[in-house]
């Protein structure tokens, strides 16, 4: 009977590889006819997939791209194309250092840096062992390369329902320890039960050079979504985590505990906020904002330096789970949404670019409090690639490369994730 069983088994695993392998290979290059842009397709392997939204995949000199493959990191080169795998095993990427370039993640407790050109790799620190029942983990690297951030669980989070099978489901993942989407079933229950749980909990920093570990914060409030800032090495992006319309969420912190600051107070009921990432300048953070859920959407910026907001309009139909901002800061980019996303426009699915628009009688200057008052304005957008066949189990996490000519995703749109770029440029007119 146990043979029988191993023998069954054997069978289906060899029939998923023949299925894997009889897929035909999804193009390398076309132009949208719905969009009039280029796209191309830059991994080769099936279950390959682009970072997280917040996470730096680029090297500082703007020559090499930080994706997952199957079995491992790999760096695209984004002039030739070219795919060079530099970790093997599946390990938890955090960055591509900001100073170095050096690739960051953890394996089997211990964080490690590879040296994408050289593929050198130094162990950086070893994280100390978890309470009893709880987690440790590093989420986020420092702009000299001087500290890593992370979070300490004390206790055992309330159970988390299994995730869906998914196409990418071969991937390394990403420091949040996750491969899919943001959204599956189950998943709004499980927030209410772990907001509810009150874990105690510890934000860190590690020094990569002394390997002194720093509690900064200690909350029982769930903390998570760290990102240091890209300029500032002693700036901490970071949010208390739970159901959005309950949780005052974005905030930011000084790696020494000073400067506790949150950035977003909720006015109204079932406003949400999150999806909070920086700009590149380091000047800026941005955040998805929604006054109430799923009715008025904004894509909302504050600036660290004088607390002026701004906040940019944009209608549900091109509303996106994620946004990123181009490194000048002059242009956004969306991934759009599915039927099961906090908001469904009903237009299709789209990768969006959005160019900010002002009208000066909005902002002006010479109204009563002007200075105090949020700044508005919209976004003038532009579809680049029809994903109407992609599933949004999977996110397609939007990056800008550093010359500012592409927008980096990752899609499922012909079954198995691959990591894909869509020209800003169009390439030709539309045909419709």
């Known amino acids: 009977m146990l043979m029988h069983k191993i023998n069954l088994a054997l069978i289906l695993i060899a029939m998923a590889i023949t299925a894997v392998a009889q897929q035909p290979e999804p193009p390398r290059e076309w132009i949208d006819p719905d969009t009039g842009h280029r796209v ?11 970072l997280y939204f917040h996470q730096n995949p680029y090297t500082p000199d703007g020559k090499k791209l930080l994706i997952t493959v199957p079995n491992g990191l790999a760096t695209v080169d984004l002039k030739t194309r070219a795919i060079d795998k ?35 790799t130094r162990e950086v620190a070893k994280l100390p062992p978890a309470p009893e029942g709880g987690s440790i983990g590093v989420n986020t690297v420092n702009a000299d390369e001087t500290l890593l951030a ?6 055992r989070p309330p159970s988390e329902p299994a995730r869906p099978q998914q196409p990418d489901a071969r991937s390394a993942p990403n420091s949040r320890g996750q491969t899919g989407a943001d959204n599956y079933p189950g998943k709004g229950d499980m927030m209410e039960r772990r907001l509810a749980a009150r874990l105690p909990m510890q934000l860190f920093t590690l020094n990569t050079k002394t390997g002194e570990l ?7 409030d769930w903390l998570n979504h ?21 949780v005052d969420r974005t905030w930011i912190i000084r790696s020494d505990g000073t400067g506790l600051t949150k950035l977003h107070t ?17 000047k800026k953070v941005w955040y ?31 509303w996106s789970v994620h946004f990123n901002v181009s490194p000048d800061g002059k242009l956004f980019a969306g991934d759009g949404g599915g039927p099961n996303s906090v908001a469904a426009g009903h237009n299709g699915q789209w990768i969006y670019l959005f160019q900010p628009q002002e009208k000066k009688d909005w902002n002006d200057p010479d109204l009563p409090d002007a200075s105090k008052m949020i700044h508005t304005g919209f976004f003038k957008t532009e579809k680049l690639v029809n994903l109407a066949k992609h599933d949004y189990r999977l996110e397609p996490n939007v990056t800008f490369t550093p010359d500012m000519k592409w927008i ?23 045909k419709r």
């Open 40 to 50: 191309i397709r830059l991994s080769n392997e099936p279950g390959s997939a682009s």
């Open 86 to 120: 530099i970790v093997d095993g599946r390990v938890n990427v955090i960055i591509a250092g900001h100073k170095t370039g050096n690739i960051y993640y953890v394996k089997s407790g211990v964080v490690y840096a590879t040296d994408p050109n050289t593929k050198q």
């Open 150 to 155: 992370g979070t300490i669980t004390e206790g």
């Open 214 to 220: 720093k509690t900064i914060l200690r909350s029982t």
């Open 226 to 246: 760290l990102q240091f800032s890209p300029t500032d090495p002693n700036i901490l992006l970071f949010c208390h985590e739970g159901p959005w319309h309950k």
């Open 266 to 282: 909720r006015t109204m009921n079932m406003e949400i906020e999150g999806h909070e990432f920086w700009g590149a300048d380091g």
């Open 288 to 318: 998805d904002l929604q006054t109430p859920k799923s009715q008025v959407f904004w894509l909302a910026g504050y600036e660290l330096e004088t607390g002026k907001r701004m906040w940019y309009n944009l209608p549900i139909e091109e």
């Open 408 to 430: 980096v995703f990752r899609s499922n749109m012909f079954g198995p994730t691959h990591v894909f770029a869509v020209e800003i440029e169009k390439a030709q007119q539309t």
